[in-house]
Nanobody, 127 residues
């Protein structure tokens, strides 16, 4: 049974930083691309970042480019999202997802090929 579990969310002031973590079990972690998504109340889910199986390919939404960094430690079956220079508009529930492929598809922002999803971790940025 595949399990995806996020952690690291919380309340932070604007300009601050947080690091989210995501552990995945029940699958061969380093076979699959991983992604971070977020959803704010009343808004559609947004693709934040995607990372290929080896970590050498990374992709970001324009809204977080230059502020967020995705990484993975395949030895620990763990995905990370370092979030710096946080803004109130970054407030959302953040979800981790495991793809069914080793690469980030052209439709990754829309959740394309992502098969397993976590329950989310809340990030709140105060102004």
């Amino acid at each position: 049974q595949v399990q995806v579990v996020e952690s690291g969310g919380g309340l932070v002031q604007a300009g601050g930083s947080l690091r989210l973590s995501c552990t995945a079990s029940g699958l061969t972690f380093d076979d699959y691309a991983m992604g971070w998504f977020r959803q704010a109340p009343g808004k559609e889910r947004e693709g934040v970042s995607c990372i290929g199986w080896s970590g050498s390919s990374t992709y970001y939404a324009d809204s977080v480019k230059g502020r967020f960094t995705v990484s993975r430690d395949n030895a620990k079956n763990t995905l990370y999202l370092q979030m710096n220079s946080l803004k109130p508009e970054d407030t959302a529930m953040y979800y981790c997802a495991a793809s069914s492929k080793g690469y980030c598809s052209a439709s990754w922002k829309q959740g394309g090929l992502f098969k397993y999803w976590g329950q989310g971790t809340q990030v709140t940025v105060s102004s």
